[in-house]
């Protein structure tokens, strides 16, 4: 069991935090497993989040590549050639996208499979996606928010390990 005030592992006969002095009141649902910390209580719908957001990248990407061949299509047989670098940088572009859409899943998957490296990517694609307006930026606070908090690394880990 966890602090709910700031996330410190308890003893399961400790009345109060020994490290904010908050009271640990008994928990009513503790008999059937609710009384979690933070990462044990979000770690399923922040991965099932990443996983849709990493697919929504993941097709926009190919959306993307798709629209932009025919728009380059169509200007080929115009009197308006594209240049020659275009058609390279969107292929990279797209390629980008997709890389970060199939790292997304992968370290979702990663997540609710409890795997040890997967906090560390998806903090890092948290990092990455602050700038993502609207969807990117709130599941990246809200990633950060569960998966740095005060003692989060030693509950990952004791999650990983199948604690």
């Not at 993941?58 to 200007?75: E, K």
């Not at 115009?78 to 370290?107: D, H, K």
């Amino acid at each position: 069991m966890f602090c709910q005030a700031c996330g410190t592992q308890l003893q399961p006969a400790q009345h109060f935090c020994s490290t904010c002095g908050r009271s640990v009141s008994p928990d009513p649902f503790a008999a059937h497993g609710a009384s979690q910390g933070r990462v044990r209580r979000h770690i399923q719908a922040l991965g099932i989040l990443w996983l849709v957001l990493s697919a929504l990248q993941m097709v926009s990407g190919l959306v993307v590549l798709m629209a932009a061949n025919t728009f380059l299509l169509t200007l080929e047989h115009g009197s308006y050639p594209a240049p020659l670098f275009v058609r390279p940088v969107i292929a990279t572009i797209t390629l980008l996208i997709a890389v970060r859409g199939a790292l997304g899943v992968a370290a979702a998957v990663g997540l609710l499979k409890r795997a040890t490296w997967a906090r560390g990517l998806l903090v890092f694609l948290a990092f990455m996606s602050i700038l993502e307006l609207p969807f990117g930026t709130a599941l990246a606070i809200y990633t950060l928010w569960v998966l740095r908090s005060r003692n989060a690394d030693q509950e990952y880990r004791t999650l990983a390990a199948g604690g």
